[in-house]
Nanobody, 128 residues
Framework: QVDLREFGGGLVQAGGSLRLSCAAT?????????????MAWFRQALGKKREFVAA????????YYADSVKGRFTISRDSLKNMVYLQMNNLKPEDAAVYFC????????????????WGLGTQVTVSS
């Protein structure tokens, strides 16, 4: 129903900022916009479980953030371009992980198992 591709990861010093992007491409048989999906960002550090970062379903005006990133990260979108962004400010070493973009057509959730579509991830490294 939708293909996802993340980009924008890289190396940043603690306290710095980085913006991740997710390009969402709906299939020709389902030409919907990202506003019709629950869109989310998850991350997974080496040796750790995949954890929730942020999610939104803009058609329902719902936005959720993990406590660990609240006030520092912002999820946003450009509906005309079918792009989802994660602006990350005041990055900390514990933010280092592979960040994944995810989508689901049914409902917003903080549980990774609820999402049907995933990108391949982009690496974020934070140096101290």
């Amino acid at each position: 129903q939708v293909d996802l591709r993340e980009f924008g990861g890289g190396l940043v010093q603690a306290g710095g900022s980085l913006r991740l992007s997710c390009a969402a491409t709906p299939s020709a048989l389902a030409p919907i916009t990202i506003d019709d999906y629950a869109m989310a960002w998850f991350r997974q550090a080496l040796g750790k479980k995949r954890e929730f970062v942020a999610a939104s379903r803009w058609s329902h005006e719902n936005i959720y953030y993990a406590d660990s990133v609240k006030g520092r990260f912002t999820i946003s979108r450009d509906s005309l371009k079918n792009m989802v962004y994660l602006q990350m400010n005041n990055l900390k070493p514990e933010d280092a992980a592979v960040y994944f973009c995810a989508a689901d057509p049914r409902r917003l959730s903080t549980n990774a198992l609820e999402y049907d579509f995933w990108g391949l991830g982009t690496q974020v490294t934070v140096s101290s």
